[in-house]
């Protein structure tokens, strides 16, 4: 849209209340620190609650190919999701193409809205297409189709959706410029985290000072060649870590070869890393290259090295100070022109203490090291990483959920995760998995996680106990998407605004949390 045109349509009638509490949350959602992909996606599930919205679709142009695709949805078919047209082609490629917007009945032959025979006919509503562009640089679009019985903003719907597609591109823009400044490159939309917009590691995702700290050290070390010794509790992410060390390495597009220590029984860990030649042992019929072989030129992750034979922490730490090794049973001697990281969850203080692992060894590995902090110290990580996982798992197992309940957010924020990073990523996919409606609750989460958010009840609820929190979930939940208003929280669960007054007074609920800035609330 224009500046002249968006002039216009400032001039306009400001729109009903309701439509400026929904460009409220679209903003707060864009601005959030949650994946864009997940951001737009949950714009859209906005637009359908709050706006009449029957299917809806955020266009890409891909500036290279000059092809025009489904970024994200809601309403349409997988089928969609595959198709692709040239600027200029259908009328998505001519608004791309043009700048320019356009309202109209809900077209038959729009290639990106495809519908079965007799659907067209049936369908009594809406189609705007209006462009999405930054600087004058054509960046995709916004196509809607609304029921008849439900236009946003009274009917100037047009314009409502271009004030959002302007929202969109500026977060769009920003998301890019960042990309472009920090990464070199700019990303495909809104697949990496916080910490990776930052340092440009991955898929590492944190915004607390102990992952910040972390992220900081492994940019730092991932280029220069560095051994590495990556320390942390189970669940952590350490593998994580050393890939995101490699990635960013000269030796990127060599090997990333892993070796679980612990996996691999004593007699064999030598063998399985350093190869062995026919004969060397019972059993030896032909020569074997190791792992360290088979990672010429890239990476060599050990998992768990604290978990190494004494035989093979010697042979290791000749490999460190030579860069040389043999095959068992071989007279040999080759070079390794390998990179070598570890990682550990046991105190290896501890162990060279007791005698268990060798002091040398241990200061040769700990001279670069990186300490992952337990996620229960990572208090304003774990909604975030939530978030991930829940867009991650919903689109992996094809779950239309539009967000994450207060409650459910209130129960995983307050667990301690002993488990750390795994335990929530395991947690959330298996809530996703039994989540049938559109909202996942607090009771799609594990009973251990509905007992952590209330320490001081008994272990064991009684029904009336599990009821009334199943009910209290429900209120919440229905106060957040009505923005704290009692009315339309009593139409969302089927009763009276009395009822609920009295369920907020018996629960005590605080509706004036949910409450968007400005607006009036009963």
């Known amino acids: 849209m224009t500046g002249e045109e968006l002039a216009r349509s400032a001039a306009r009638p400001a729109p009903r209340a309701g439509m400026l509490a929904t460009l409220l949350e679209i903003g707060q959602t864009l601005a959030s620190p949650v994946e864009l992909r997940t951001a737009l996606e949950r714009v859209l599930g906005t637009l359908e609650r709050d706006a009449g919205v029957r299917r809806a679709a955020v266009l890409m142009l891909d500036s290279g190919s000059e092809e025009i695709r489904v970024a994200v949805s809601v309403g349409l078919a997988a089928e969609a999701h595959r198709v692709r047209c040239r600027l200029g082609q259908g009328i998505a490629g001519r608004v791309v193409e043009s700048g320019r917007p356009v309202a109209m009945a809900v077209p038959s032959r729009e290639p990106l809205f495809p519908r079965g025979a007799g659907e067209e006919s049936a369908l009594e509503g809406s189609f705007y297409c209006v462009p999405i562009a930054a600087e004058r640089r054509p960046l995709g679009a916004l196509a809607i189709e609304v029921r008849q019985d439900d236009q946003a903003d009274g009917g100037d719907g047009g314009h409502f959706f271009a004030l959002i597609a302007t929202m969109i591109s500026q977060a769009l823009r920003i998301h890019r410029r960042l990309e472009e400044e920090l990464d070199g490159s700019a990303d495909e939309i809104g697949m990496v985290g916080v910490a990776r917009k930052r340092q440009g590691l991955g898929s590492i995702i944190g915004v607390s000072p102990q992952m910040r700290e972390a992220c900081e050290r492994i940019a730092r070390i991932a280029p220069t060649g560095a051994t590495v010794l990556i320390r942390g509790e189970p669940g952590t992410g350490k593998e994580l870590v050393a890939r995101a060390i490699h990635s960013h390495s000269a030796r990127a597009k060599k090997a990333f070869v892993k070796v679980s220590v612990g996996a691999v029984p004593d007699r064999m860990i030598e063998s399985e890393v350093f190869g062995h030649e026919k004969g060397a042992f019972a059993g030896a019929t032909s020569s074997k290259r190791g792992s360290l072989e088979l990672a010429c030129g890239g990476t060599l992750f050990l998992d768990e090295v604290g978990e190494l034979s004494g035989s093979a922490q010697t042979r290791f730490l000749r490999l460190l100070r030579e860069g040389r090794f043999a095959r068992l049973g071989g007279t040999e001697t080759l070079s390794a022109d390998v990179r070598i990281l570890a990682a550990s969850t046991t105190d290896l203080e501890a162990a060279v203490a007791a005698q268990e692992f060798r002091e040398d060894l241990h200061r040769r590995l700990s001279a670069s090291a990186v300490f992952l902090p337990p996620l229960r110290e990572r208090g304003s990580d774990v909604l975030l990483l939530a978030e991930h996982f829940f867009a991650r798992y919903s689109r992996a197992h094809g779950k239309r959920i539009r967000r994450i309940s207060t409650a459910a957010m ?113």
């Open 410 to 522: 209130d129960m995983l924020a307050s667990h301690p995760w002993p488990g750390n990073v795994r335990e929530l990523e395991n947690t959330i996919e298996r809530a996703v998995l039994s989540c049938e409606s559109s909202v996942l609750h607090g009771h799609h989460l594990p009973p251990a996680l509905q007992v952590a958010k209330a320490p001081e009840t008994s272990t064991r609820a009684s029904l009336s106990e599990a009821v009334q929190q199943y009910e209290k979930d429900l209120i919440l939940d229905a106060l957040k998407s009505a923005r704290g208003n009692r009315m339309h929280a009593a139409r969302l669960l089927d009763t009276t605004e009395r009822v609920i007054g009295y369920k907020i007074h018996k629960y005590g609920i605080e509706p004036q949390r949910f409450r968007a800035p400005g607006l009036a609330s009963r």
